[in-house]
Each structure stands twice: as C-alpha cells, then as structure tokens.
C-alpha cells in the first residue's frame, strides 16, 4: 500500500513539474500541442479502456473536444496576444487548464457512480416503491450535474471569465483608493453598533459558477460589511470593470446576476475596539495597494500580504480583530466555512435576500 502510495506522489511531483516547466518556458506551439496530445490520449483511452455507455462516451468525447478548443482559443487569442506584466500570470493560468480534460472523466465516473440499472422481468416482481423512488433521484441528479457543467463551461461563461484575466496580476497592487472618504464616514459612523456583518452570497456570475464547479457549494462569494445595511459593503472581487480587482466596494443589487441569486446575511459581535482594529487595516490596504489573488484559488496561498480573494480578505480581518471562530489557513477558507464552521453558534442569522 505504501508503494501504491509513494507511486502516486512521485507521479504527482513529476506532473506539476511538468506543468511548472511548461508555464515558465512554454510557446504557443508547446501549449497546442499539449492540449492535443492529452485530447488524443483521453479518446484512446476512452474507447479502448474503459466501460462507459456509448452513450456516456460520446458525451466524453465531445467534453474532450470543446475543452481542447476552448484551450487553443484561449491560448492563441488571450495568452500569447498579450505582452508585458500579465504575461507571465496568463502562461501560469493556460498550464493550470491544461489538466482540466482529465476532470471531466471525474464528473462522468460520478454521475455513472450514482446511475441506476433497469431491473431484468425477474426483478420487476420484486422492486419496491422506496427503490424506483431512488432511482428516479439519481436520474435527476446526474442530469443536473451534468447540466451545470455544461452551462458553467459553456463559450460565453468561457469568454467572460478569459477576457477578464488580463486584468489580473497575483505577483503586483493594482487596486488603490477605490474606497473614498464617504465610505470611511459611513464606517466610522456604524462603529456605535458592536457587530460586522457577514455576507454570503450565490450570484451566478461566470467566476461564481466556475469555483462552484470544484467547490460543490451553492454559495461561492463573501462579503463584509461595518452596517446592518450593508452601505460599507466590501470584499476582493474583479471591480465590475469599474475599478481594478482587489479591494473594492459592492452593491447588493449587482449580486442579481441569475434568476435564482440570493444572499445570507449574518451578524457577528465584536467589541467597538476589534471593530476599529479591522477599520484602520482596511485603510491601510485602501491606501496601500491591493489585488485579487486568482492563483490562490488553485495555489491557496499569497505572493504579497494584501493580494486575497474573497474568503481569504474576511478570515484574515477576523483574525487582525482576535476574532475569528474556528481554525484554518486564511487560503484554504471557502466561503460557506463562514456557516459550516460556526461550531460555537457566534454567528446570528439576520436575513436572506432573493431576488
């Protein structure tokens, strides 16, 4: 077994070598023949070495197909048109995708883990009600899995979330002052109320629905806010196309991106004093510098102090306060942990929107 298990760490250490060796000194010809090669490796082994439907297969296979030019999309019109500080970002982020066919294969062998068997004549007799229920739930589960899999890698989603990336960068600040002097006025005046204010939210944009794709969660986003309001609002998000990502004020309005988006609002009590404490660290990132750490949420950690995502802003202000409530790296903190880790009940529930 512990050979079973050295083999695989040796292969893992030898592929994100690869994938390593591939970002820094990788061309345009490297990367396409690459995500040629693992295309042309996963439709041989898809019919020579393993049991799916041919049903299933020719899903596989059309996945494999989408994805590889999806890739080459990508890597011809966004990563080597670019040049200058988002260069190095974008080869990082195109060998990062160059795995993604091989997650396919991990959705299908769900899907076909949860699938059911049509009961030969002799079963019929014997089938009970409680099993054809459960069948008919794993028929609609591994349609809505696959259904969201193809809505969330679906070309606009795709397009959204590529266009965007050039306006990135997990190594620099480029986010700075986008909160004004109103902002920290409507803050200072909400210190009389002893509380921040939690806010976990299902938008449904592009970037949402794609880390929900590895998360499994409904909730993908997080927010903090100094009043029951929510008008000092704010997290690490991309800017709307309004100001750089990093550090940046939201409405909760613009959380209405799908039919079904909604917002969880929790009230945490804190002392005025660890209230403040997270106030004047958000001046100093304000006027500092900031970025959104889109590497961290496949590398989990920062290449400078005020480079976070979402999760990773909110757990570190609990913590600059004293007053985080369950233990874990700032990097690996998801969204919902802010509720699932609660384990002392600190948290109290406020509202929910839906829209």
């Known amino acids: 077994m512990n050979n ?25 010809p490297l990367f396409a023949l690459t995500a040629i090669f693992i295309f042309a490796f996963l439709t041989i082994k898809l019919f020579t070495m393993v049991q799916y439907s041919f049903g ?43 795995p993604l066919p091989f997650l396919l294969e991990g959705v299908v062998v769900h899907a076909k883990s949860t699938s059911f068997y049509l009961p030969s004549v002799e079963e019929v007799s014997t089938i009970t009600f409680a099993q054809m229920k459960l069948n008919q739930q794993r028929i609609h589960q591994a349609t809505d899995t696959f ?19 050039n306006r990135h960068s997990s190594i620099r600040y480029i986010n700075n002052g986008s909160l004004d002097a109103n902002y920290f006025e409507k803050a200072e005046q909400s210190l009389a109320d002893p509380a921040l204010y939690i806010v976990i ?25 100094f009043d029951a309001d929510l008008t000092t609002i704010i997290s690490y998000n991309g800017g709307e196309r309004v100001y750089p990502p990093g550090l940046n004020p939201e409405m909760i309005q613009t959380f209405h991106k799908k039919e079904d988006a909604s917002v969880l609002i929790y009230r945490l ?31 989990k950690h920062s290449t400078r102090r005020n480079i976070m995502f979402c999760s990773q802003f909110i757990y570190t202000m609990l913590q600059i306060a004293d007053a985080n409530y369950f233990d874990k790296e700032p ?5 919902t942990d802010f509720i699932e880790l609660d384990y002392r009940r600190k948290l109290m529930y406020v509202s929910e929107i839906k829209f």
């Open 331 to 335: 990097g690996h903190v998801q969204p």
């Open 56 to 98: 299933l297969k020719l899903t596989l296979l059309f996945s494999y197909a989408l994805t590889m030019i999806l890739q080459l999309t990508f890597y011809t019109t966004i990563v080597f048109s670019n040049q200058g500080t988002s260069q190095f970002l974008l080869s990082f982020i195109a060998a990062l995708l160059l």
């Open 201 to 225: 939210s299902n938008t449904g944009s592009a970037a949402s629905e794609l880390i929900g794709l590895f998360t499994q969660k409904q909730f993908n986003h997080a927010s903090l806010s």
């Open 147 to 165: 259904g969201k899999l193809r809505h969330t890698l679906s070309i606009q989603n795709i397009q959204e979330i590529f266009s965007d990336l």
């Open 269 to 299: 009590p804190v002392s005025v004093a660890q209230k403040q404490k997270v106030l004047n660290t958000i001046k100093q990132i304000n006027q500092t510098g900031s970025a959104y750490n889109i590497l961290g949420l496949v590398t």
């Open 4 to 28: 079973i298990l050295n083999y695989q760490r040796f292969i893992w250490i030898i592929a994100s070598l690869l994938l390593l060796v591939i970002a820094l000194f990788g061309t345009l």
